[in-house]
């Protein structure tokens, strides 16, 4: 038997906050729910609130830092490792330079990668997602 994998790729994410381009974060940030990111982040970034946490980078973006995040769109340029528990996109355009933990992972072509890629395991989505999810718990 053929094992058939499926995307189970979002159509529509909630966003609940933007980070435009003229804007530059400096230091460690958690940010809850939907972020679209236009701008800078230089520091590590968090994004928690179970499936709703994603991340979308558009273009001309920038992290310099770590990034945790359930579910991310990469369009800019990462300097940092990304631990990614639900799905992860990278666009074409988009540079990274760290490692990849990744459950289920789309790169177009194009896509400038110089990473170590790694597939987590069920028991390091489940410990991810208790962090998080005890991350979400403290800020309510």
Do not use: W
Request: hydrophobic residues 35%; aromatic residues 4%; proline residues 1%.
């Amino acid at each position: 038997k053929k094992k058939i994998m499926k995307f189970k790729r979002k159509k529509k994410f909630h966003l609940d906050t933007l980070i435009d381009e003229n804007m530059i974060i400096r230091g460690n940030t958690t940010i809850t729910g939907g972020v679209r990111l236009d701008g800078k982040i230089y520091g590590n970034l968090m994004v928690i609130d179970g499936e709703d946490g994603t991340l979308i980078m558009g273009e001309n973006s920038v992290i310099k830092g770590d990034v945790f995040v359930p579910t991310a769109i990469i369009g800019g340029t990462i300097s940092g490792n990304i631990k990614c528990y639900d799905y992860l996109e990278v666009h074409a355009n988009a540079s990274i330079k760290g490692n990849i933990e990744y459950n289920l992972i789309e790169i177009h072509a194009g896509a400038d990668i110089s990473s170590n890629l790694k597939k987590m395991t069920k028991s390091e989505i489940g410990k991810q997602k208790k962090v998080l999810n005890e991350i979400t718990k403290q800020k309510d």
